[in-house]
């Protein structure tokens, strides 16, 4: 069974950082890309970023929404089965629930319960 935990959330002033971290189990981690949305109440996911699986072997890639390319970077560790994404220099409007997804083999996309982030001052 796939399970996605993400953790990390919070309350953060604007201009602030945040560490975002997903646990995963129940497929095998290093097989497959990851991905982080975010989603507000009232309105629909909106992608964030995707890590390729192959990053570590120097042929993976990795993509950023543009709205925060240049300050959220994502990352893995494949022995811990853990993805991270790490905000800086965070606005209001990036407020919402994050959730790390992976795309399964069954074609459906997965996804954990989601931690709330809150950019306010």
């Known amino acids: 069974e796939v399970q996605l935990v993400e953790s990390g959330g919070g309350l953060v002033q604007p201009g602030g950082s945040l560490r975002l971290s997903c646990a995963a189990s129940g497929f095998i981690f290093g097989s497959y890309d990851m991905s982080w949305v975010r989603q507000v109440p009232g309105k629909g996911p909106e992608w964030v970023s995707t890590l390729d699986k192959n990053i570590n072997s120097g042929d993976g890639r990795i993509y950023y929404a543009e709205s925060v390319k240049g300050r959220f970077t994502i990352s893995r560790d494949n022995a811990k089965n853990m993805v991270y994404l790490q905000m800086t220099s965070v606005k209001p409007e990036d407020t919402g629930g994050y959730y790390c997804?992976?795309?399964?083999?069954?074609?459906?996309?997965?996804w954990g319960q989601g931690t709330q982030v809150t950019v306010s001052s």
């Open positions: 997804a992976v795309y399964g083999s069954d074609r459906r996309y997965y």
